[in-house]
């Protein structure tokens, strides 16, 4: 008997985890609601727009007369000195960032069935942040991916001299994928969806998403030039997932001018209490 009511008990919590995962799938494919997403579309045009003009303009004038000169004046590959940066650059690692992501989005899943009510809300809501913070790293390390490919530039020093305009496009070869860096476009795209949710994280997240780009470059990894190409395709990834989620009504809201800006989210001690709750025995 005891053991009946313990299966019972486990099948009711296993239908209540995909429930769960279930309508968040549904919400964040079902067609947008917000009667304002037109012009949260055309100001999201503008400002791709505008950021794709300046950093063209950036990347070429870093690479006519930055590039080369930079990279020469970094230490060799190898420098036994530099082994804490290459610990600190992993952090910009997409396949890290986004499987921690993954991981807290499976904590998140696996609380939600003990949680009812007010409580409940609190922690769906907070999952509904961190779903936006994980789909925008993904989705721009995904657009990255693609334009690596696609450019086909050669990272520092491939083929034996300091060359800002080596390409075989669509090579398909890791030493031809230097634009745009990969840790620059994971680490901006974080820095940004973290910023979008929780607005005092900017000086932070800011800071981290700089340092990676300078870890890149002084570790060869990257031109400069690189990593600010990577560092606005994390932006615009990131900004296309937030008009995605503010379309249906998930976490964000659009002004009159089509200003995207967080819904009030829960705080600090709600989450804290909420998790004792879910823990509790």
């Keep these: 008997m005891a053991a009946g009511i313990s299966g019972g008990h486990s099948q009711g919590y296993m239908a209540g985890i995909g429930s769960v995962a279930w309508q968040s799938l549904a919400r964040l494919v ?15 045009a503008r400002r791709w727009l505008g950021l794709s003009v300046l950093t063209a303009l950036a990347i070429g004038l870093l690479m006519f007369a930055v590039d080369v000169a930079a990279i020469k004046l970094m230490p060799p590959r190898g420098t036994a000195s530099l082994w804490p940066l290459r610990i600190f650059t992993d952090f910009g690692k997409s396949t890290y960032v986004l499987w921690a992501l993954a991981g807290l989005l499976l904590v998140i899943l696996l609380l939600m069935p003990r949680l009812t009510g007010l409580s409940r809300q609190v922690w769906i809501a907070f999952g509904v942040r961190v779903q936006y913070i994980f789909l925008s790293v993904a989705v721009a390390v995904i657009g990255s991916e693609f334009l690596k490919y696609i450019i086909g530039r050669s990272r520092p020093f491939v083929g034996g001299e300091a060359n800002a305009f080596n390409f075989q496009h669509f090579a398909g070869n890791p030493a031809f994928e230097s634009l745009p860096s990969g840790h620059a476009t994971t680490a901006f795209a974080l820095a940004f969806a973290v910023s979008a949710v929780w607005r005092k994280a900017t000086p932070v997240m800011l800071l981290y998403a700089v340092l990676i780009c300078v870890s890149r470059v002084i570790l060869l990894a990257h031109h400069p030039s690189d990593v600010v190409g990577g560092a606005i395709t994390g932006v615009i990834g990131a900004m296309f997932v937030r008009y995605w989620f503010a379309a249906r009504r998930l976490g964000f809201s659009i002004g009159r001018d089509g200003t995207i800006a967080p819904l009030a989210g829960p705080s600090g001690a709600s989450l804290k209490r909420v998790a004792r709750e879910a823990l509790a025995p």
């Design 30 to 44: 079902r067609s947008p609601s917000h009667s304002r997403r037109a012009e949260a579309r055309r100001a999201l």
